[in-house]
């Protein structure tokens, strides 16, 4: 069984920038329903497909396989929910841990969104002084949440 136990955060201000490399992610969901949802991903040359289950402060169900990326990208043109989130990842090393940045792109153009991956709920961790406020229970920033309310509809 896979587990993620992730937490998400606002990014502050732009002294992130260029501690880590980016690589360009395209992704939609198949199913988006509370307490479950189905993506379909592509990262560079290679396809997902991600099965996640409810959100539990932070941790869920997950598991994800590889896919032939052809198949990803016909999924992704016809049957994705639309937009697809597009986004590019930064990874960037910081106290032992590795902070993946979100730098969206298209519908939710403007958005940045630091995660961290931990080993299990509680675990304590360092935070980058780039790090703004914790969004991990505002089920707003959730990727499949901005495919049906995108980040350039809010209104400020």
Request: hydrophobic share 35%.
């Given at each position: 069984?896979?587990?993620e136990i992730e937490?998400?955060?606002?990014?502050?201000?732009?002294?992130?920038?260029?501690?880590?490399?980016?690589?360009?992610?395209?992704?939609?969901?198949?199913?988006?329903?509370?307490?479950?949802?189905?993506?379909?991903?592509?990262?560079?040359?290679?396809?997902?497909?991600?099965?996640?289950?409810?959100?539990?402060?932070?941790?869920?169900?997950?598991?994800?396989?590889?896919?032939?990326?052809?198949?990803?990208?016909?999924?992704?043109?016809?049957?994705?929910?639309k937009p697809l989130?597009?986004?590019?990842?930064?990874?960037?090393?910081?106290?032992?841990?590795?902070?993946?940045?979100?730098?969206?792109?298209?519908?939710?153009?403007?958005?940045?969104?630091?995660?961290?991956?931990?080993?299990?709920?509680?675990?304590?961790?360092?935070?980058?002084?780039?790090?703004?406020?914790?969004?991990?229970?505002?089920?707003?920033?959730?990727?499949?949440?901005?495919?049906?309310?995108?980040?350039?509809?809010?209104?400020?």
């Amino acid at each position: 069984m896979g587990k993620e136990i992730e937490k998400k955060f606002l990014i502050a201000d732009n002294s992130w920038q260029g501690l880590g490399v980016g690589k360009a992610y395209s992704q939609g969901y198949l199913n988006s329903e509370k307490g479950r949802t189905v993506r379909v991903r592509i990262i560079g040359d290679r396809g997902f497909l991600t099965i996640k289950g409810p959100n539990d402060h932070g941790a869920r169900l997950e598991y994800e396989y590889d896919i032939p990326v052809e198949d990803a990208r016909e999924m992704l043109d016809l049957l994705c929910q639309k937009p697809l989130i597009e986004k590019i990842r930064y990874c960037i090393s910081f106290a032992g841990f590795i902070w993946e940045v979100d730098d969206f792109k298209g519908e939710n153009e403007g958005l940045l969104i630091a995660e961290i991956e931990l080993e299990y709920v509680g675990q304590e961790f360092s935070q980058p002084s780039w790090i703004g406020p914790e969004v991990t229970g505002d089920s707003r920033y959730y990727n499949a949440n901005l495919v049906k309310n995108p980040y350039s509809t809010w209104k400020a």
